[in-house]
């Protein structure tokens, strides 16, 4: 059972660039959460998504940042007109539906983002 | 306002050696406690949770940890540590009703010496 997959890894981008990262939820999974980590500090939640709906985006940058979690395919999160302020490293987590164990968020292995 | 708090951001320790691992939390009910490892350019791997029941809840890879609920507190222990377990540690809560994000603290970096 695959875990987490995202993509790209790594991801380089110069200032005013788009930026878009993937994410696949683990198998039956159907919550996904995005996180970003900037250097030496903790994860800070951005958004929380089931498919085809935002349910919390409190975390989430008011301008250049969007996330989407279509019926088909993965979750993106995209970041427009990329600052160096944006580097960090992007985390995915997804959980099973509401009554399985929803509570406990499983990790991807991040994209780590770095603005020219 | 929920917050979590580790309060040493590096901790040496001896392969062998015993290992405790401080959390305190701020949040007005009993959350949802757990600790994640990340090793250097990877992701966050889950090692423990506690959700309700006993206090002391056991992980993978010999690691467990305690709630205590009069000192906000969910500390990680090992007895003995391996060179295997340096990396950073983190603790995350997550709340009970409401918001379905983790709370993270700004994590413990263990390093093991020979």
């Known amino acids: 059972n695959a875990g987490v997959m995202q993509n790209p890894r790594h991801l380089v981008r110069r200032r005013g660039q788009e930026a878009r990262l993937r994410c696949s939820p683990m198998k039956g999974h159907s919550h996904v959460y995005w996180y970003r980590q900037l250097p030496e500090e903790g994860l800070k939640f951005m958004v929380y998504l089931q498919k085809e709906n935002i349910i919390d985006e409190s975390g989430m940058p008011k301008e250049r940042f969007s996330a989407e979690f279509p019926k088909e395919g993965p979750s993106i999160l995209r970041i427009q007109q990329v600052v160096r302020g944006d580097s960090a490293a992007y985390f995915c987590a997804s959980s099973p539906p509401v009554g399985a164990g929803t509570d406990t968020q499983y990790f991807g292995p991040g994209t780590r983002l770095t603005v020219l | ?114």
Do not use: M
């Open chain 2, 1 to 114: 306002a929920q917050s979590v708090t580790q309060p040493d951001i590096h901790i040496t320790v001896s392969e062998g050696a015993s290992l405790e691992l401080r959390c305190n939390y701020s949040y007005g009910a009993t959350p949802y406690l757990f600790w994640y490892v990340q090793s250097p350019g990877q992701g966050l791997q889950l090692l423990l949770k506690y959700f309700s029941g006993d206090t002391l809840v056991q992980g993978i890879k010999g690691f467990e940890a305690e709630f205590k609920r009069s000192q906000s507190s969910f500390n990680l222990r090992k007895p003995s540590v391996h060179w295997s377990d340096a990396a950073e540690y983190f603790c995350a809560v997550g709340l009970q009703t409401g918001a379905n994000n983790l709370f993270f603290g700004t994590g413990t970096r263990l390093t093991v010496i020979p």
